[in-house]
């Protein structure tokens, strides 16, 4: 159970509906896996398209899927008509991507009418479990009187 | 002219052939554009699949373009059989990527035997300029005795 | 119990030993209250001569908490002859630091032969508990072969 | 010349005035020794009582100026009847304050009606010259409708 409560009933709706419309998520292969007022994870499973060159995730597309995670997670507790926007994110890698994907899970640490901040951590999963490979803290704004 | 004197007098060769073996950088679209001692450039056209919601570039786009110019700047200066590693990046997103490629570069700040301070600024570019859109700090980490 | 097994068994005499070779410490007037292997506490009383223009505790004092806190949990881990250095440290500030004291709570996320990145919170206490006023990502580094 | 014209034509004895009213300032001992739109510049004798445990300025000084700096260089261009937050900072320190002075230079890098970007640069002073040792991001708040 969240302890948040939503101010927009339809959060779950309007999020699926955003992430359909990045084209970097279908282009990278990351999906949402779920979703609760003021949580969200996002799942992306790796190929070598995805790596650098030492055959390792890219820092690049975890923080990519760090920011997703943190974006939607304040997202989910804005009101209606309005959209979120990335401030900055701080993220420390602190393993080795490897394994079958990555999967990144965003919540909101703090609430705020204009700006929410954000907590994601990154793990990187195979068979017999996960492994933490990346922290991070995302400040993020709430733009009232638009749509996302 | 740098104002730092490389390590490996085959800098060049070795970031331009590493940067060949990412998948990532193929997949984006990204290239270097250009390298010297402690600074590296990369630039990545726009196009449907790295954007977001709004039809900007994604944060994790910029993010990624980030990491590379600042990793590959602090990779120019470290010595043979050495390999970079992202300890950790902060970044500022300051205006919509919007126009026709993003523009990355990053410097070397202060340059350390294990570790050492980049800054990164991205930029959106179209016909009439460039436009400041992020600014970045990033640590990287200098590990010897392993190839790149 | 803590999650980790300190390589120093002397850790807890080292810390407060060197706490109270800092001069900022007492200048200020916080304390260590509490000290576990990956996990320090510090505590400071609040008055007129540690707060900003607004009546409420600067954001150096907290920036300096979250610091001390993430330093020392890093250095409880670390092996005896080295000594913590603080590489980078990003904060948010949530909410107003107003109440008795201000409590810093440091925690290792990640220990590392070289590098040590640790999470510190930090709150603002009065009578009926304790409120949230800042969280912080803290890397941290172990330099080998020398005294702290 | 300043790159910024001020909205705010008596910014520089609003900030001044702000200044006097920061118990921790004088306690500390650092002083506002610049001021043009868009940038400030604090200043702080080194004494014992600000060094941490290896006799070198605490790294919670050294957030604490660049902190000023940033936060100041914001307010100069904020309108009247206003006020400035520090949303969250990140600094690198990266060689060891000592000397005679700690002395921090903030500038705006983008200017917004809500939100501000700044950056900070802190150095050590002694008789020949300054060395670089830490630099910071900052991202700052404007509360309209409010005294400072």
Redesign the interface.
Known sequence: MSRFTPRDPDFEAKIRE??T????A???GYELTRIEPGMTEFTCPLR???????GFA????V???A??AA?YAAFSLMPPNS?P???????????PGQGDALVARGVV??PGR??T?C?AKVYATRQLGET?IA?A?V?M?CMEGRQ?
Not at 21 to 24: D, L, T
Not at 58 to 61: E, I, Q, R, S
């Open positions: 955003s992430v419309r990045q084209g970097f279908a282009h990278l070598p398209e995805l790596m650098q060159q030492h890219h820092g690049g597309l923080s990519t899927l920011d997703a974006a959209a926007l990335t401030v900055e994110m701080k993220i420390n890698l602190m393993a640490l703090k204009t700006l901040v907590e933490l922290t803290l400040t704004m996302d």
